[in-house]
């Protein structure tokens, strides 16, 4: 039953495809900036810390300048998986006309979550192209060709932290708002806006190895920022693990689909 | 599933959870995948339908009436997939398309152009599909200036008939419809008509839910009633609509016969009833235009009207009557001393306040001579002729000089029920003549 869902999830693309536009064309509609938005949100986030990382607390670690673009390299995937997230569990619940109302496959809902923020991940790409030819600190050959991999990891590991989220949701509305603070917590545990081998924060590897973020975020840091790859063995075990997560979580959402249009 | 069905119901329950807090019993079952009752007191659960089986055979058009809360909607639900039964067996063959919540996929805040194509697409059409029947769905929904606004422009009506032009044009198999057909304006309403009636000739299957009876009697080839979550009748559609008639009409008897008890009590605890015994006549009048006044009891007392009781041909008291019938308005009185002077009346008023008719025995040139004891009288109206509607009676007894001993303002109500849904308050004994070269043929009856 599972995996004729599954493949007809397939069939939906069409729909999510739409779903897409439709949810990028109706965010910023109205709007003066409109679509400028999409590029001026992390511009102005990036404004933000570096005001408070490279300039407060002014940070002379040399391998990691422009600290600028050090940390760019993260916030911008981090960004893409926290807004899904929050956005993806509650789709269900704000989508509910549709589940109740109409034959509607539910799983469309938290993946058009997760695609359209991936959207905005991508527009975020030019501006830290920019930043990067500004200072002068482009990635380097081999390591930019695992930026895709590192890419889908985190589209398959998001859709299954969405998938089980939105799912869970609809029957513990407390999920949202402890989401928002657990990512806040997880967000500083991520070595996103300091180098995971800062002195003093080394100590603390036994928190990151089971972080999956922990993974992606040095992944995407080793890709675009420092001189050479070596995260690549725990990436690809990340991704048969995400997987393997992202089948786990299809099965959860499907175990409890015929409870969608009863309780949201 | 028979061959030749299109949609087969078997043994279907359906329950519901009341809302409770116990959201880990749910997902413990969900989870489980098996009953909820399992995990809940049966006082957390509400039946919507309780072993309920009918099939449609395919290319018919169904009908699925019954009360509010009968279950119509939970039907129509499992029907088209969106919830499943708790047990029984739903089956369907063909592609459906649901009239149930119209634009339900609509976003606010993009054009109605962009919309029609994400609801067809949800709808399971394709782009292309979408595009070669666009204009067609345009003009259907009669929103050719409109399409390029944002939805969230819209009115309400246009909204439902842009929904409703998008699901008609899917080109389902089987078509359920829930009560939509009171979206637009009477155009508009006949357009849908007669877009049923294609799908009908083209040997589509239609399951219909509506309150609209004429609807199922003019257009579906069966009917089942569902009442409370019981199949209580299914088959024909007169036979089942005409059941269904007497059960409404008896529980509205029910409501008005509650409502009349209600009102008399409420009057008589508020303004206790003139004692007869008390015969002084006070020149009590009452307010000045009696007919602008509100519903209540008034008078001097000394003659006092005990009951009212409305009669049907058989003598049966009721409160609902069917146009054309005769009704009787039987008034008990009541005085302690002989009366000489005394004019019985009686007017009809409807539900908008305007009096459909009064007369009194005075008017009527009764002279009066004497009045003593308990004494009925009774005004036979022999032929209902009024539209349906609900009316309210006035009953007084009153000196000729028109100072009231007992006045009873609108404190009896009844119903009027046709099958004609003619218009106005009085219908007069009338017919139609043709000539022969204006050829009409009689629908029914």
Known sequence: MMWLNLAKLFRYRGLIQSLVARELKARYRGSVLGFFWSFVNPLMLLGIYTFVFATVLKNDDKLTQPYAVFMFCGILPWTWFSSSLLESSGSLISGGNLIKKVMFPAEVLPIVSVLSNMVHFALGLPILLAFMLRSGHLPHFPGILWFPVIVLVQLIFTLACALMLSALTVHFRDIRDLLANLLTLWFFATPIIYPYFRTGVQQYSWIFTPNPFFHLAVSYQESLFFDAFGHGRSLLILGVASLAFFLAAYWLFDRLRDSFAEVV | ?445
């Open chain 2, 1 to 445: 599933m028979t061959a030749g069905h299109a949609i087969e119901l078997t043994h279907v329950t359906k329950v519901y959870r009341r809302f409770s807090g116990k959201q880990f019993a749910t997902l413990k079952s969900a989870l489980l995948q098996r009953s909820i009752l399992r995990e809940l007191q049966p006082a957390e659960t509400f039946q919507a339908l309780n072993d309920v089986s009918f099939s449609v055979p395919k290319g018919s058009t169904f009908a699925v009436i019954g009360r509010n809360g009968s279950g119509k909607s939970t039907a129509l639900k499992l029907v088209a997939g969106i919830t499943k039964p708790t047990s029984g067996t739903v089956e369907v063959e063909g592609r459906i398309s649901a009239l149930i919540e119209l634009g339900a996929g609509f976003h606010p805040e993009i054009s109605g152009r962009e919309n029609v194509f994400i609801n067809g697409i949800m709808l399971g059409l394709t782009k292309r599909e979408i595009q070669n029947r666009f204009n067609e769905i345009v003009e259907f929904a009669e929103l050719t200036d409109f399409i390029d606004a944002p939805v969230k422009t819209y009115s309400s009506g246009m909204y439902m008939r842009l929904g409703f032009a998008v699901a008609i044009h899917v080109d389902p198999e089987v078509l359920l419809v829930d009560e939509v057909l009171a979206v637009g304006d009477e155009g508009f309403t006949h357009k849908c008509l007669d877009k049923f009636a294609e799908f009908k000739r083209r040997g589509k299957t239609i399951l219909l839910v509506t309150h609209s009876l004429g609807l199922v009697e003019r257009f579906c080839d069966d009917a089942v009633w569902l009442d409370h979550g019981h199949k209580l009748s299914d088959g024909d559609p007169k036979r089942v609509i005409g059941a269904y008639l007497i059960d409404v009409e008896s529980s509205e008897e029910g409501y008005l016969a509650k409502q009349d008890a209600k009102v008399q009590e409420e009057v008589s605890a508020l303004e206790p009833p003139p004692s007869p015994a008390a015969s002084t006549l006070t020149d009590d009048a009452g307010p000045q235009n009696m007919f602008q006044a509100d519903e209540g009891r008034w008078g001097s007392g000394g003659v006092a009207i005990m009951g009212v009781t409305l009669r049907d041909s058989s003598g049966e008291p009721g409160h609902v009557f069917h146009s054309g019938d005769q009704l009787a308005i039987e008034v008990g009185l009541r005085t302690d001393q002989p009366c000489k002077d005394f004019v019985f009346g009686v007017a009809m008023f409807n539900t908008e306040g305007t009096c459909v008719y009064g007369t009194n025995t005075d008017i009527e040139r009764y002279a009066a001579d004497e009045l003593s004891g308990e004494a009925t009288v009774t005004f036979v109206i022999e032929a209902l002729d009024l539209v349906e509607g609900t009316y309210k009676l006035d009953v007084a007894v009153h000196r000729k000089d028109g100072a009231p001993y007992d006045y009873h303002r609108l404190l009896y109500t009844f119903r009027v029920k046709s099958k004609t849904k003619d218009a106005g308050i009085y219908r007069p004994k009338h017919h139609w003549e043709f000539s022969p070269t204006a050829k009409l043929t009689r629908m029914d009856e």
